[in-house]
């Protein structure tokens, strides 16, 4: 790993440390669903579009809790925490790419979230917003990926979070 790799992996560290001590700005709940506790954050009104947050492996929706803060006061957001993070339960079923997006499909569905989406993702999250994206894309209006893995990087991988 290179010094600056280093760096930048210890600021986001502290970064996310930061933000996780300053507490949560967007109201989260816990809703159970087909009995599964999911932890869902929601907040804004209007706009043309819903801005979904997708975080990345190891992380649950409060890494975008203050950009998610921010852009709810302008339009409409969602984040929520993939089963096994944050609130929400273990995960129950398979855990491959295309069973995330379509839970997260599913769960925007019942929450009464409809297209369009503008999907944000940060690492994995940003591989889950790509294949999003291609899978639906007439319910997406952009995708903004910050930091992804490369769509490879799931070529050889069965099975990942």
């Not at 339009?75 to 096994?84: D, K, L, M, V």
Request: a negative charge; charged letters at 20%; glycine letters at 10%.
């Amino acid at each position: 790993m290179t010094s600056a790799h280093q760096h930048h992996e210890r600021f986001l560290t502290a970064v996310v440390f930061f933000l996780t001590a300053c507490g949560s700005t967007v109201p989260a709940r816990v809703e159970t669903i087909d009995g599964h506790d999911v932890e869902i954050a929601t907040a804004g009104s209007g706009g043309a579009a819903t801005v979904v947050f997708e975080a990345g492996l190891g992380d649950d929706w409060t890494s975008w809790d203050n950009v998610a803060s921010h852009v709810a006061q302008h339009t409409r957001i969602f984040a929520y925490s993939r089963p096994g993070y944050g609130a929400s339960s273990p995960a129950t079923t398979p855990r491959d790419p295309r069973q995330i997006v379509e839970e997260l499909r599913a769960l925007l569905a019942y929450e009464g979230y409809g297209p369009p989406y503008l999907l944000v993702g940060h690492s994995f999250g940003g591989t889950y917003m790509e294949l999003f994206a291609k899978a639906h894309a007439d319910e997406v209006i952009g995708a903004v990926l910050v930091d992804p893995r490369h769509r490879d990087f799931l070529a050889d991988r069965k099975s990942v979070v």
